[in-house]
Nanobody, 117 residues
Framework: QVRLVESGGGLVQAGGSLRLSCAASGSDSSIGVMGWYRQAPGKQREAVATITSRGTTNYADSVKGRFTISRDNAKNTVYLQMNSLKAEDTAVYYC???????????WGQGTQVTVSS
């Protein structure tokens, strides 16, 4: 069973920055894609950014140029640097990993990000 522990959420003013971290543990299999998703009140969960084990990244159009995803494979940790935050970025942010061979997907417990305008 893979355990994901997220940290770094909080309250920030519009234009500010936050950095989210997510550490994965408990996996005997290598981790493939790692990513961040978010869910705002009354909305569906959406993908924010993903990164493969080789470092290939993908971003939602709404965060391109403002957010940067990165990972440390040695620590099984993924990060999300969020700059120029907007009120519409307010949501619960979830970390997710997909194991390379089984393709099983695991989710973190979520961390709240609130951007005040």
């Amino acid at each position: 069973q893979v355990r994901l522990v997220e940290s770094g959420g909080g309250l920030v003013q519009a234009g500010g920055s936050l950095r989210l971290s997510c550490a994965a543990s408990g996996s005997d299999s290598s981790i493939g894609v790692m990513g961040w998703y978010r869910q705002a009140p009354g909305k569906q969960r959406e993908a924010v950014a993903t990164i493969t084990s080789r470092g290939t990244t993908n971003y939602a159009d709404s965060v391109k140029g403002r957010f940067t995803i990165s990972r440390d494979n040695a620590k099984n940790t993924v990060y999300l640097q969020m700059n120029s935050l907007k009120a519409e970025d307010t949501a619960v942010y979830y970390c997710s990993v997909v194991l390379r061979w089984s393709l099983s997907q695991y989710w973190g417990q979520g961390t709240q990000v609130t951007v005040s305008s």
